[in-house]
C-alpha cells in the first residue's frame, strides 16, 4: 500500500499513515508536524524522525542514510531504535523486558504491517509471543501503545513500557516537569538534562501527588515561541516515565505502567496484555503553544462530553466535616441556591457508620439517624431549589471497622503474615477480586438508582503498601488489575447512568492523568485552595490539561487549614475562575453582604464560563510574586484574570501583552467601556488598574465587527 500526496483522514478524524512502496518506512502526520520510522533490511525498526512537517519522500531519504559509526563500547542500534527490547546489542534501558522458564529477553522477527481507521499497527514475534506496536495520530499527538498476545508457553512480563520517544539531535536540552505533594501538586520545575537518567513515577498504586506523568523537552523555547517536544502518559496506578541523555548526547524518553522491572503481570497461553496510551506531541509554539495543542486533544478525543460545560458546584466539606444531618444540609443548600450554585455536592459523613475517619467505609448505604428517608428527600429537594445533586464516594477504600470488613476481612490487600499497615485506619480494597467487583458494582449501581444523584466525587485518599494476595499464582498483577478494575467499573456505571458526572480526587491531586480523564468529567486539582498557592498549582497544571477539568474551590478567610492567610473574597473567585468554579466555603458564616458579593462573581462566570472551559489558554505571566495572569479566547471572546500578589517599592504595575487577537480588529472591553485595537493590545498590552497586595480582576473584551467600531480614544489611554 502506498499513500502519497496530502494527508487523507480517516473517518474518526485520525490521520491516515503513509506507506512507502517497499512496506519498511511509515509516515505519520498531522497538521504540523510528522512522525515516521523505518524498517531497515535485518529488521531493525529505528526511529527517523518527530517534529516539522515532512513528506513521505524525506522519511524514505532519511531511511537510506547510514547509522553514523558506533565506538567501541556502544552499539550503533542505541539511540536511535524505535522500542528497543531486552537482548541483543543493546545497553539502553530496554522498553520490554520478558522472560520464560528457559530464557530471558526478546529476539523477534517482522510479521507484517496493517493500517486501517488511522491506526497503523507493526506486529513481530518472538517464538509464541507476538507484540504489536500501535500508532495512531490525532491532530498534532501520536498516541503510541502496544499489545503482548501469547499463544505460547507462559510468559512472565518484567516490564512492556508503551513507547520509547527518541528526539532529535540538539544540543543543551532542557526537562520541564510537574512535582509536588499533597496540597502542592503540580508545581512547574525547568532544568538542563545532563547525561544520565531523569526517572519519575509512582510506586504508590495511584498516579500520585508527586509527579504528573508529563515531561516536556527544548532547548531556548519561551512561552510562545520555539521547539517543544512532550509526552503524557494515561495510567492511574504506579508508573514510570524516564528521560535518558546517552552517551552520544541523543535523548529518549520510555515510560508505561508500572515502576520497578519487579513483575508486571504474568501471561498464559491465550493470554493479551494491552498497555496504557503514552501520547506525544511537537509545536513550534512554545510552551503555551504546546499547552493548547494538549487542551484541544483532550476536549477532542480524551474527555467525555467535553462541549458540556461543567456546572458552579458547592461542597459541605469544609462547611461541616464529619458532622453532618439532612436539615442542615438543606439549608447550606438554601444558601448555596441563592448565590447561583447549580451543583450541590454532600461530602464525607452520609453513610455507615461515619461519623469520623474510624468506620464505615465499605458500607456504602445512608445513615439512617443522620438521613433517615435515604438520599432521597435530600435530593428532590436540592432538585427543588433549581441545583443538581452529588455525593461523595471512596469505593476502593475500606474501614477495619466496618461492615464489610468484618464480613470479609481477605477482601483487603494483605501480605500473609504481616501487619497490614492502615492509613487515615483505612484498608485498600483487593479490586482484582471478582468477589469485590461484584460488590462494588451492586452497591454503587443500586446507590445511583435509589435516588437521584447527578454527581459522583470518587475519592481515593489511600496509597498501596502491603500490596499482596494470598492464594494467588501471580500476587503481582493486583498492582494493574486494580486500575484495569477501576476502569471498568467507571465505564460500566457511565454507561448505566448516563446523566451523573464524576469527578477524581485522590486526597486532592494524586489521580490525575490521560487515562482517568477519559472516564471523568473533572478532577479535584488539589486540598490547598488558598488562592496565592493554586496559582502556582494551577499554572502548572495547564501545562498539559485544560481549564475544562480543573475544579477549583472558593473557602474561607483566613484559610485555616492551611497558612491562615487572609484574602478578599474578589482573589479567592478571580483565581478559582480559571477553572470549574466552585465554593466549598461554611456558608452558615458567611455574611449577607459576602453571600451578595459570591452571588455577582457567581453570576459573573457563568458568563465567561464558555470562554475558560472551551477557550485557547495563554499565560500572559506566570504567579512568580508579582502581576501574573491568564487569558482565554474563544472565537470573538476574550477573557483575562489577573491577579496581583505584591506591589512593591510602588513602581506602576506592568500591562498585560495580550495574545491570540487579530491585530487589525478593535475590542470593546466590558469592564471599562473603553475599545482598543488589537495591535496595542498585543504589542502594548492593557493596563488593569491593580495596585497593593492580593489585588485581582477580571476583563471581558469582544471583537467588534467593522460597522461596531467607533471612534477610538487616544491609544496612550491605555498603554
Not at 81 to 108: D, H, I, M
Not at 323 to 340: F, K, P
Not at 391 to 401: G, K, L, S, T
Amino acid at each position: 500500500m502506498s499513500v502519497s500526496g496530502r494527508v487523507r483522514a480517516s473517518p474518526w478524524g485520525e490521520a491516515v499513515p503513509e506507506v512507502s512502496e517497499d512496506g519498511r518506512t511509515w509516515l505519520l502526520s498531522g497538521p504540523t508536524s510528522s512522525y515516521a520510522l523505518h524498517l531497515t533490511d535485518r529488521d531493525e525498526l529505528v526511529h527517523l524522525h518527530w517534529g516539522p512537517r515532512i513528506a513521505l519522500a524525506d522519511a524514505r531519504a532519511l531511511a537510506r542514510r547510514p547509522l553514523p559509526d558506533h565506538r567501541p563500547f556502544e552499539s550503533p542500534l542505541d539511540g536511535r531504535e524505535e522500542y528497543p527490547v531486552e537482548g541483543g546489542p543493546r545497553f539502553v534501558r530496554p522498553a520490554l523486558s520478558v522472560r520464560t522458564r528457559e530464557r530471558r529477553g526478546t529476539e523477534w522477527t517482522f510479521a507484517g504491517h496493517e493500517s486501517d481507521d488511522g491506526e497503523l499497527r507493526l506486529r513481530f514475534r518472538d517464538g509464541g509471543l507476538t507484540v504489536t506496536l500501535h500508532y495512531r495520530m490525532r491532530d498534532d499527538v501520536v498516541e503510541r501503545w502496544v499489545t503482548l498476545d501469547n499463544r505460547g508457553p507462559a510468559v512472565e512480563v518484567l516490564r512492556a513500557d508503551s513507547a520509547v520517544w527518541t528526539l532529535p539531535d540538539r544540543a543543551h536540552w532542557r526537562l520541564s516537569r510537574l512535582h509536588g505533594r499533597w496540597a502542592a501538586e503540580s508545581r512547574l520545575i525547568r532544568s538542563p538534562l545532563d547525561h544520565g537518567e531523569v526517572v519519575l513515577g509512582s510506586r504508590r498504586g495511584h498516579t500520585g501527588h508527586q509527579h504528573l506523568p508529563w515531561v516536556a523537552l527544548d532547548t531556548d523555547a519561551t512561552e510562545e515561541r520555539g521547539e517543544v517536544h512532550g509526552c503524557a502518559l494515561g495510567w492511574s496506578g504506579s508508573w514510570r516515565i524516564a528521560v535518558a541523555r546517552l552517551p552520544d548526547a541523543r535523548v529518549q524518553i520510555t515510560g508505561g505502567a508500572g515502576h520497578d522491572d519487579s513483575g508486571l503481570l504474568m501471561l498464559g497461553t491465550g493470554e493479551t496484555h494491552v498497555t496504557p496510551v503514552f501520547a506525544a506531541l511537537w509545536s513550534d509554539g512554545g510552551f503555551g503553544g504546546a499547552s493548547r495543542a494538549w487542551h484541544a486533544y483532550q476536549r477532542a478525543h480524551v474527555i467525555p462530553d467535553p462541549d458540556r460545560d461543567r456546572p458552579v458546584l458547592f461542597n459541605s466539606w469544609e462547611a461541616t466535616g464529619f458532622d453532618i444531618s439532612e436539615e442542615q444540609q438543606r439549608a447550606l443548600a438554601a444558601r448555596a441556591a441563592a448565590m447561583g450554585v447549580e451543583l450541590f455536592v454532600v461530602d464525607d459523613g452520609w453513610f455507615g457508620a461515619r461519623t469520623g475517619d474510624r468506620a464505615g467505609l465499605g458500607d456504602w448505604t445512608p445513615n439512617p439517624d443522620r438521613f433517615p428517608g435515604g438520599l432521597k428527600p435530600l435530593a428532590d429537594h436540592v432538585h427543588g431549589l433549581g441545583m443538581r445533586f452529588g455525593i461523595w464516594v471512596e469505593p476502593e477504600m475500606v474501614n477495619p471497622d466496618s461492615d464489610l470488613y468484618r464480613a470479609h476481612p481477605d477482601w483487603v490487600q494483605f501480605q500473609p503474615g504481616r501487619t497490614r499497615t492502615e492509613f487515615r485506619n483505612q484498608l485498600v480494597l483487593n479490586l482484582a477480586r471478582t468477589d469485590v467487583q461484584e460488590y462494588l458494582w451492586e452497591q454503587l449501581d443500586g446507590l445511583l438508582a435509589g435516588a437521584p444523584i447527578d454527581y459522583v466525587k470518587w475519592d481515593f485518599n489511600r496509597c498501596f503498601t502491603d500490596a499482596g494476595w494470598p492464594g494467588d499464582p501471580y500476587p503481582q498483577r493486583l498492582w494493574t488489575e486494580h486500575v484495569h478494575t477501576l476502569y471498568a467499573l467507571l465505564d460500566r456505571l457511565r454507561a448505566a447512568h448516563p446523566g451523573v458526572a464524576f469527578e477524581s480526587c485522590s486526597g486532592g491531586g494524586g489521580r490525575i492523568d490521560l487515562g482517568i480523564l477519559r472516564r471523568v468529567d473533572q478532577v479535584w486539582t488539589s486540598d490547598n485552595t488558598d488562592p496565592l498557592d493554586r496559582l502556582a498549582i494551577q499554572h502548572g497544571f495547564s501545562q498539559i490539561h485544560p481549564a475544562r477539568v480543573m475544579a477549583a474551590w472558593v473557602t474561607d478567610s483566613p484559610n485555616t487549614m492551611l497558612n491562615g492567610r487572609t484574602s478578599s473574597l474578589r482573589l479567592r473567585f478571580v483565581s478559582a475562575m480559571a477553572g470549574v468554579l466552585g465554593i466549598g466555603g461554611d456558608l452558615m458564616r458567611w455574611s449577607e453582604e459576602e453571600r451578595a458579593e459570591a452571588r455577582e462573581w457567581v453570576a459573573l462566570y457563568k458568563e465567561i464560563r464558555p470562554v475558560v472551559q472551551r477557550g485557547d489558554l495563554y499565560r500572559l505571566r506566570a504567579p512568580e510574586g508579582g502581576l501574573s495572569a491568564v487569558q482565554y479566547v474563544l472565537g470573538d471572546e476574550t477573557v483575562v484574570l489577573a491577579c496581583l500578589q505584591a506591589q512593591h517599592y510602588g513602581e506602576p504595575v506592568p500591562a498585560l501583552r495580550l495574545r491570540g487577537l487579530d491585530a487589525s480588529s478593535v475590542y470593546a472591553c466590558r469592564e471599562t467601556g473603553e475599545e482598543h485595537r488589537g495591535a496595542v493590545l498585543l504589542h502594548h498590552g492593557l493596563r488593569t488598574g491593580l495596585r497593593g497586595d492580593l489585588d485581582a480582576a477580571v476583563f471581558r473584551l469582544r471583537r467588534l465587527e467593522s460597522g461596531d467600531q467607533g471612534d477610538l480614544p487616544d491609544p496612550s489611554v491605555w498603554g
